[in-house]
């Protein structure tokens, strides 16, 4: 297959061949690595390339990859892309479609199959989803008793009125409010109303 990508390489006007190999010898790769725009080889070539290239300014040291006769699968499709490939094409691939992938590449384009691409969609989509919670402030943990005290507040009750309908006394509601203050970060009540409002966590009672 590389003497056929060879000669089918050398038969466009806009393509320069700067040699080839295969993945066992590390020291023309390495040279290859250090004077192509774009690599193109199978999926051992990632594991071939070494130390020296893929530490070089960046993921490839500025080379960018084409990974060909890929299997459609997900996990080592979504594993080549963490590795920074730039085209990832299937072993149905014909010529004019490596042609086509190694200009998209060298003009700053990524190519990958259509049937995968919703699993690059999807896999960023999770990847947003974890961050988001990662990110999101985390939730003050109040008491059930706090939260009925937060939702009383919000209706405008006082603390005798509030103590009345909960059955406590107004020295027990004013620990708690305090409490509660301090909790949220809170310098008033409106201020406390407001934080667990905006965090969804607001009781109906």
Not at 28 to 54: I, K, Q, Y
Not at 159 to 187: G, P, Y
């Given at each position: ?11 466009r ?12 010898e ?119 008793r ?13 603390n ?46």
């Amino acid at each position: 297959m590389r003497e056929s990508l060879v000669r089918l390489f050398r038969k466009r006007s806009d393509f320069t061949v700067v040699g080839h190999a295969s993945s066992g010898e590390e020291n023309d790769l390495e040279f290859l690595g250090g004077n192509c725009d774009v690599l193109v080889g199978d999926c051992f070539v990632l594991n071939s390339l070494p130390a020296s290239f893929s530490d070089r300014n960046g993921e490839f040291g500025g080379t960018k990859i084409i990974l060909l006769g890929m299997k459609s699968d997900d996990e080592e499709f979504l594993e080549a892309v963490r590795s920074g490939i730039s085209g990832y094409l299937l072993q149905d691939a014909s010529g004019a479609d490596v042609i086509a992938a190694v200009r998209a590449v060298y003009r700053g384009e990524t190519v990958c199959p259509p049937q995968l691409c919703a699993v690059l969609f999807n896999f960023v989509v999770e990847a947003s989803k974890k961050l988001s919670v990662q990110n999101s402030p985390s939730k003050p943990d109040l008491t059930l008793r706090q939260q009925q005290l937060v939702a009383l507040v919000a209706k405008g009750l006082t603390n005798k009125e509030i103590a009345s309908q909960l059955n406590l006394s107004e020295f027990t509601v004013r620990n708690h409010i305090h409490r509660i203050l301090k909790r949220l970060d809170a310098e008033t009540r409106n201020e406390a109303v407001e934080t667990i409002r905006a965090q969804g966590n607001l009781l109906s009672v």
